[in-house]
C-alpha cells in the first residue's frame, strides 16, 4: 500500500465477504426447494422468489462491493494521488449498505419492483443512483486532478460510467412486456457483457502488471484489444436474448454471428494472461494470488466463453432458452468472470493494506480448490438438468412437472456441492479477515 | 501492432458494434407494435403486469422465457390451460397443487387483479415471437397428436379429429356425438378448401350452423383436418 486513502477498500472487501456468505445460504435453499417439498405453509411466507431475489441481489451487491473497493485501491496507485474525498467514499459505502440491507428485508415483506434482478424498489433506485454519482464524482475527480492518465484509469472510469448509465433503464414501468424485456437486457446484458467486463479487465490488467512486472506499454496495448472486442462482440451481441422476446426476426441473426465471436476477447485474455506469466519479470511471491488470476482467466473461458456459446445459437437456444442450462452457464460465468477476479483482488489487494508482505496461504488454498470444483461440478448438474428439460418439455412436449421429477437427482447434487462450496468459502472468508504473514 | 493501432481496434470495433445495435433498436421501436399486437394492449392488460409484478411472479415463473426456472412458463398458459384454468390455480394455489411436490404460494390476489392479470397473459400469448417455446408451438402438431401418428399410424389428420373433441358432437362409423351430421362422407360433398373453411367460420358458409368456430387449432392442425375429412368419401 502506498497511499493512506488505498485503505478504504479494505472495508469494501471485509463488507463484501458476509453477503457473499449470505448468499450461498440462500442458494442452498433454492436447490432444496427443487429437490424436496417445502410444504404449502413454508411457501406461503417464504416463498422460492423471495429467496430468489435475495440470492440474486445480494449476488450483484457483494460485487459491486469489491469493483468499488478494487477501483478505491486502484485509482491512487494510477493517478500517484490520495483519493479525492475518503469522507465521501466512506459515506457511499455505508449508503450503499444500508439501501442494500433495507431492501433486503423489504424483499421479506413483499416490497419488490417484481421484474427479476431488478426487484429493488423504485425510491431505492433513486438511492442507488445518488450513491453511483457520488462514487462516479470522486473517482473521476481524484482522476481529474492528478491528470495522470493511462489506459487502465480511463477503462476503468468509461466502465464504471457505463455501468451507473445503464442502471437507468431498468427504472421505469414498461407498459409492454416486450419493450420492457428489450431494455430489462440493456442493464443485465450490457452490465455483465459490456460494462462489467471493462471494470474487471481494467482491475486485471493492474493486478497482471503488478505481479509480474510486465511493461505497462505492452499491458494497456493488449488491455485496448481485448475490451475492443469485448465491446464489438458484447454491445450487438445482446442480441441473442432477443430471439423470442416479439422482436423483429433479423435479431436472429444479429445476435447469433456478434454473440458467437464472444468467446475470442475472452480466449485473447487466458493466452495473455499465460504470456505475461511466462514472461514474467518479478518472482513470484504471493502464489496464490497468481493461482487465482490464472484460475479466474481459465474459469471465465469455461464458464462464460464456453458455456455462453454452447446455447447462444437461435436453433440450439429455440430448445434450451428458460432451462437450467441458463442456469448453469450462470453460474460457471458468474463465478469464473467476476467472484474469482473479485477475490483475487482482494487477495491481492488486503495482504498490502495490512502490511504483510508474504502471507500463509494454506488455508487459501483449500478455499481455492474447494470452491473452484463445487462450482464446476454445480455447473455440470445443472446443465445436465437443463439439458433433460430441454428435451422431456421442449423436444417431446411432456408437462413441466414430469421434466421436473427427472431433473431431480442433478437438482439435489447441486444441493450438497452447495455445501462443499459453502465450507470453501467459510475458509477463504475466515483466511482473507484474519491474514498471518507465512512463517519462513 | 503498437498501442496507437490496438487503441483504434479498440475504438472501431466498439463503434461499429453500437451502431449496429442501436440502428436494430430503432426499427425494433418502428416494428414492435404490430408484431406485439399493440392495439389490444389496453388498461387490463396493464393492470395485469402490475399485479404480475406486485407478486413478484416472475421470481418463480419465466415469461417469454426470462425469470426463474422453479416453475412452468407462462407465455402461452392461456393457450395451454385456459382463462379458468389460471384462474383456479392462482386463486387457490394449495388446492390446485394439493397433489404436487412441489407448491405454488397464494399471494392472495384478488378477483380483479386476477382477471387483469389473466388479461395480461392472453395478450402475451398472442405476441409473435418466431413461435417459442416450442411444446406450444402454434405451427407444429400437439406432442399428443404427434403420439397418435407415430403409435397407430393414423394420419396426422385423424389424429386431430381425435384429440381436439370433434367427435363430442360428430361420428364416425357410428362411433362420437350425435349433435352434430355424422362425418362418414363428407369428402363427398365438399373439398377440402371448402372443410377448412367451414371448421374456421361454419356461420360464413351456412348462416344457420350450430358449430361453434374452432379458433383454438392452428393452421397446421386445421390444414390436416381437413384433408383427412375430404378423404372420407
Redesign the interface.
Known sequence: MEYRSQKIAYWYFAAALPLFVLQIFLGLY?AY??T?????SV??VF????A??MHTNLLVLWMLLGFMGGTYYIVPEETKSEIYSEKLAWFQLIALLVTGVVALVGFLF?W?????LL?IPRPLDLVVVVGALIFLFNVAMTMIKANRWT?IQGTLLGGLTFLALLYLFGIP?Y????????Y?WWVIHLWVEGAWELVTAAIFAFVLMKLTGVDR?VV???L??E???F??????G??H????????????W?GGI?SALEPLPILLMVIDTMNHVKERKTQIVNRLTWTYAVGCAVFHMIGAGVWGFLHTLPQIN??T????V??GHGHLAFFGAYALLNLMTFYYAMPKIKGIEVYDDRRGKFGFWTMCVAMMLIGLFFSVAGVL?SYI??????G??TA??YMRLWMGGVFFCGFAFLAGLLTTVTDLLTLRPAKL | ???KI??W??????L???V??LA??W??HQ??AV??N?DK?DERV?AG??A?????????H????????????LTRVVQRIGEEGVRYRIKS??KAFAG???????VHASDAEIADMVA?FK??GE????D????DSKIRL???E?AMVASVGVSPGAAVFQTKGCMNCHSLHGTGGTFGPALDTVGQRKTTKEIERYIRDPKSVNPKAMMPPQKELTNRELEEAAKFLSSLK
Open positions: 433454492l426447494s427443487y424436496w417439498t417445502v410444504p404449502q411457501v406461503d416463498p422460492f422468489a423471495t430468489r431475489a413483499g419488490t419492483q417484481g421484474r427479476p426487484e489506459a414501468f407498459k409492454n412486456e416486450v419493450i420492457d424485456w428489450f430489462w506499454q494497456e496495448k493488449w485496448y484489444v475490451i475492443g472486442l465491446l464489438f462482440t458484447g454491445i450487438a445482446t442480441g436474448h432477443y430471439y423470442w422476446i416479439g422482436a423483429p426476426r433479423y435479431w436472429l444479429i456478434f429455440y430448445y432458452h428458460g432451462s437450467q441458463t442456469a428439460q418439455e421442449r423436444v417431446l412436449g411432456m413441466f412437472m421436473q421429477s | 501492432m503498437t498501442k490496438a487503441f481496434i479498440f475504438l472501431l470495433g466498439t461499429s458494434s453500437a449496429v445495435f436494430a433498436t426499427d425494433t416494428q414492435v408484431l406485439s399493440a394492449l396493464v403486469k402490475r404480475f409484478e406486485k407478486y413478484n411472479c416472475n421470481d418463480c419465466t415469461i417469454l422465457g426470462f425469470g426463474a426456472y422453479y416453475a412452468p412458463d394455489p394449495e404436487s411436490w412441489r407448491k405454488m404460494q397464494n395480461f395478450w402475451v405476441v409473435n415471437n418466431n417459442w417455446p416450442p411444446q400437439s406432442r399428443g404427434q
